[in-house]
């Protein structure tokens, strides 16, 4: 559908469409970028590598290893289980007052972390938990091989309250937008179930479900207030490290080893997104389009 | 739908409410229980914490100004970034995986090294624009940028935004019927949950608001928090329930509107 | 090219004006320049300082939880004697954070006018301070202020174990090894980033044979508390406290006292073998943005009201001595302090960095598990 007026006029006109979200992100979200990776790169005296090269050291390397897996398997568990919770509101009425409930509801849960939050755990199932006693009381012990709340497990299980709620909000308009004509035209054609979800409506969920699930994977990755508040056992995960090295009272101000620590999270969620584009371009192939 | 499926899909739903929902409130239950208790092993509970926070005027402003900051993100996000996503995804479908990529940096990076980024920038706004809490605003909406544009990209994703586009055009329309009056009303439980988001993100906002010295409804209520640890979580509960409140009245709103602009559904 | 240049530098001489005539503006209302006064004396004396600090009407605090030796008391009544409105930011925030917050903050009416900081951000960032004599400059010991009056120190305390005693007894460091303390013992904060951790680490050094520049004793302690299951790895807050999950804390003494409210059977102790002793430091940003509030505060705080407030909340203030000696010290809150038997010691510059380093490296192996 070429315009008479030629192709450099048109293409001018496409990209203005553009402009405004490139020159508001250009301001405030690549400038800080920017600032970050330059303060990666910066030393006492100068440009240096020596805090990349601090990233090779053990402690913080396992940091690294943490974070990926704390991340990914709760983004995991949030994407399944908040599909199905997803699921379960989009299937029923659309005015109804469940979905209405239950969406608020995931709205400010999806946000309620920090402090509060891994005070409502400890306060449920720590070792003074409200559960724990009851349990207590009839004669089960919730933790016989050691408290796993304060830990990483416990905190894998901590972050899934609010990645949950997540995905049920981000995920919703996907399933929205299923039409109940496809299930009856999978019927009439003699498809079950299975078909049903394998041939048509898996296809097209997928890369909203993608989409959703590297979006969990970030989230839990950058969270820090409710690592911060339940473990004190020193930095587990990267955003621990870097808040040790931008707020710690007890050593040298190193706010560019933090910096470097940020770039680093850069780069690991840059190369999660490249294997995400991956997927998508692949899954893209069973759809019709 | 047959009957035996109906019924399937009923207990499958009461099952799924009924875990989720005892996963989700029993926490909260805890808090609640903790904030009522008296001090002392044997003493009565007590609704003393939730009573003393009282009318305090920091607590009132702070909640004022949370919930115009909300109002602007949400605005500014819906102005920003729909008509940018609907506009890549039709003429510029190359941009499409920057535009992503560029959506999901503010979530790479924790918010405590974002605000390192921030600060030379909220210096020089404060020292030259303004110094209120609404500047926030802008940090806020670089914040909301991951959440929502996953929120409607699922729903542009279920929209079949070409053949759309193409029929409107080839019908005579410009671009600005082909987003606003054709491609919007399609995705309208996406941009309600974008906002419903953001309206989250805002009110439970933290870091960046108490690293830049603003006093948001986080905020204040962590200073408040400061001085009992009952008072501290009985804040932090009417916080959750508030915000909840909000958002369902958001619901509501957000259908009342959609319903007087009589969108069709394609 | 010309006109855009000739305008642009008009532009530019316009806002520079602009600048110059708000410059001139916060400071003419408080009469004599008072970001530049070392002291109320040079500058007019104290009434002049209390109504140009009324007339600023403000000050900025940062990180000042209201539980923490009594500010909750001090901030309302500074607020009620003079009128001023004390705006707090970010309560929970290190002594890291504050000094981060001035440099990033600077020139902004945001920026925190004065700093409650731990000696290791004190000593590395003198440069960010104003100098300033309090009236009773000369009852504060020499070594516990810097000499051209950059930082003051202000309260300090000293490391104790505070334990819930209606369900245990703590009578030495050694006890908390033993079976009765069971998933009970727990730390105020993370050692590689809170200087109250990492003090409460060090005094458990100096009670298993470490010594101040050797912290590796208490780490092993800790290794073995965690081996035992007797240690928590929570960050011991008000709430977990009071809910019983941290029934035995090491923190400092006044932070420790200050559960007593909230749990009458709480108690603290200080071991006779490791009184690990720490002051905070008062300090006056250079570019506070309410300088007159600031310097008034620091009257305030350094006065007899001020101290026997902190006395009140189970600090010892730095003033203790001189106001015992002329009977201004509230004998009361002085009796309520924890008792302290034993040498103390203290935590220098270069012991601090050693044992922050120690543990960057080795703190999670111990206890991450």
Redesign the interface.
Same mark, same amino acid.
């Given at each position: 559908m070429r315009r008479p007026l030629g192709g450099r006029l048109r293409l001018s006109s496409?990209?203005l /469409? &553009?402009a405004? !979200?490139v020159v508001?992100?250009g301001? !405030?979200?690549l400038?800080?970028?920017v600032?970050?990776a330059v303060?990666a790169f910066s030393g006492a005296h100068g440009p240096t590598l020596s805090n990349l090269a601090q990233l090779s050291?053990p402690?913080i390397v396992?940091a690294f290893v943490n974070s990926l897996v704390l991340s990914a398997v709760s983004a995991s568990v949030g994407a399944v *289980?908040g599909a *199905?919770?997803a699921y379960?509101v989009a #299937? @029923?009425s659309? %005015?109804g007052i469940?979905r209405?409930?239950v #969406?608020?509801?995931c /709205?400010?849960?999806?946000?309620? /972390?920090?402090? #509060?939050?891994? !005070?409502?755990?400890?306060?449920?199932i720590?070792?003074? @938990?409200?559960?724990v006693i009851w349990l207590r009381q009839h004669g089960i012990d919730f933790y016989p091989n050691? *408290?796993w709340l304060?830990?990483l497990t416990g905190l894998t299980l901590i972050y899934t309250?609010f990645q949950?709620?997540?995905m049920v909000?981000?995920?919703?308009?996907?399933l =929205?937008?299923?039409r109940?004509q496809w299930?009856e035209a999978t019927e009439t054609l003699g498809g079950a #179930?299975w078909h049903y979800w394998r041939h048509v409506a898996g296809p097209?969920l997928l890369?909203?479900f993608l989409?959703?699930w590297?979006?969990l994977f970030?989230?839990a !990755?950058? &969270?820090?207030?409710t690592a &911060?508040?339940?473990? =004190?056992? @020193? /930095?587990?995960i990267v955003?621990?490290q870097?808040?040790?090295a931008? $707020? $710690?009272?007890?050593?040298? %101000?190193q706010?560019n080893l933090?910096?470097a620590l940020?770039l680093g999270?850069?780069v690991v969620? &840059?190369l999660i997104?490249v294997g995400y584009?991956w997927l998508q371009r692949r899954s893209a192939r069973w759809l019709p389009? | 739908m047959n009957r035996r499926r109906r019924r399937r899909l009923a207990a499958f739903k009461t099952a799924v409410y009924v875990v989720l929902g005892l996963f989700f409130l029993l926490p909260i239950a805890a808090m609640v229980e903790f904030a009522t208790r008296g001090v002392g092993i044997s003493s009565p509970r007590t609704l003393s914490a939730f009573t003393s926070i009282g009318s305090d005027p920091e607590l009132v402003d702070a909640i004022m100004a949370s919930l115009e900051l909300a109002l602007i993100t949400s605005v500014g996000m819906l102005a920003l970034l729909l008509p940018t996503m609907i506009w890549v995804r039709l003429r510029l479908p190359r941009m499409v995986r920057p535009v992503e990529l560029a959506c999901l940096t503010p979530l790479t990076i924790p918010a405590i090294v974002l605000v390192v980024g921030f600060a030379p920038i909220y210096r020089w706004i404060e020292i030259n624009v303004s110094d209120s809490i609404l500047t926030l605003a802008f940090a806020y909406l670089i914040l909301v940028l991951p959440y929502c544009y996953r929120a409607l990209d699922a729903g542009l994703s279920a929209v079949d935004i070409r053949t759309l586009s193409e029929a409107a055009r080839s019908l005579g329309a410009g671009w600005d019927t082909v987003m606003w009056r054709i491609v919007v009303p399609n995705m309208s439980s996406a941009v309600s949950n974008a906002c419903l988001l953001c309206a989250a993100v805002v009110l439970g906002e933290f870091t960046v608001a108490n690293l830049l010295n603003f006093e948001n409804l986080q905020v204040a209520i962590s200073i408040l928090g400061t001085g009992n640890a009952s008072i501290s979580i009985a804040l932090s509960v009417l916080s959750l329930v508030f915000v909840f409140v909000f958002l369902l009245v958001l619901s509501f709103l957000a259908r009342s509107l959609s319903r007087r602009r009589g969108a069709a559904r394609a | 090219m010309n006109r855009t240049a000739a305008r642009g530098t008009r532009l530019a001489l316009g806002v520079a004006a602009l600048a110059v005539i708000a410059g001139c503006g916060s400071t003419s209302s408080s009469g004599a320049s008072w970001s530049t006064a070392t002291s109320a004396s040079a500058n007019g004396g104290m009434s002049t300082l209390v109504s140009a600090a009324k007339a600023e009407g403000q000050l900025n605090v940062i990180a000042l939880p209201l539980n923490w030796a009594n500010y909750g008391s001090i901030i309302k009544d500074f607020e009620a004697k003079y009128g001023i409105k004390v705006n707090q930011a970010n309560p929970q925030g290190s002594s890291q954070d504050e000094v981060n917050a001035v440099k990033s903050e600077a020139g902004t009416s945001n920026a925190p006018d004065v700093l409650d900081i731990g000696m290791a951000v004190a000593w590395a960032n003198t440069s960010l301070f104003a100098p300033y004599k309090v009236a009773e400059w000369s009852d504060i010991l020499a070594d516990q202020k810097d000499a051209g009056g950059l930082w003051y120190q202000d309260y300090g305390g000293y490391m104790s174990i505070g334990y819930d005693s209606s369900k245990y007894t703590v009578t030495s460091v050694s006890d908390l090894l033993t079976p009765a303390f069971k998933s009970a013992v727990a730390l105020n904060g993370d050692p590689t980033e809170a200087n109250a951790a990492l003090n409460g680490v060090m005094m458990a050094s100096l009670a298993n044979g470490g010594s101040l520049s050797n912290i590796g004793p208490g780490v092993s302690f800790f290794k073995q508390l965690n081996a035992d299951g007797n240690f928590v790895p929570v960050t011991a807050t008000a709430a977990t406290i009071d809910n019983g999950t941290t029934p035995v804390v090491f923190d400092w003494d006044y932070l420790n006292s200050a559960s007593v409210v909230n749990l009458p059977s709480w108690k603290v102790f200080v071991p006779s073998d490791a009184v690990l002793g720490g002051y905070y430091a008062q300090a006056i940003t250079k570019t506070a943005p309410h300088p007159a509030a600031a310097r008034l505060w620091e009257e305030y705080l350094y006065s007899a009201t001020g101290q026997n407030l902190w006395l009140q909340g189970g600090a010892r203030p730095v003033e203790m001595s001189a106001m015992q000696a002329n009977g201004t010290l509230n004998q009361t809150y002085a009796a309520a302090l924890p008792a302290v038997s034993g040498d103390p010691v203290t935590l220098d510059e270069s012991q601090a960095a050693a044992a922050a380093s120690y543990l960057a490296g080795n703190w999670s192996a111990a206890v991450g598990s």
């Open positions: 496409t990209w /469409g &553009a405004p !979200f508001y992100t301001a !405030f979200l400038l800080p970028t600032l970050v303060g050291q402690y396992s *289980v *199905v919770l379960a #299937t @029923g659309p %005015d469940m209405r409930l #969406t608020a509801l /709205g400010v849960l999806s946000q309620f /972390g920090g402090v #509060t939050l891994a !005070f409502a755990f400890i306060a449920t720590g070792t003074e @938990g409200f559960i050691g *408290v304060f830990s309250y949950i709620p997540l909000i981000v995920f919703m308009p996907a =929205d937008g299923i109940p299930r #179930t097209l890369p909203a989409g959703a590297l979006l970030a989230n !990755f950058s &969270a820090y207030a &911060a508040a339940l473990l =004190d056992i @020193g /930095g587990v955003p621990l870097i808040s040790r931008l $707020s $710690s009272e007890v050593g040298l %101000d706010a933090a910096a940020a999270m850069v969620v &840059a997104t584009s389009r | - | -």
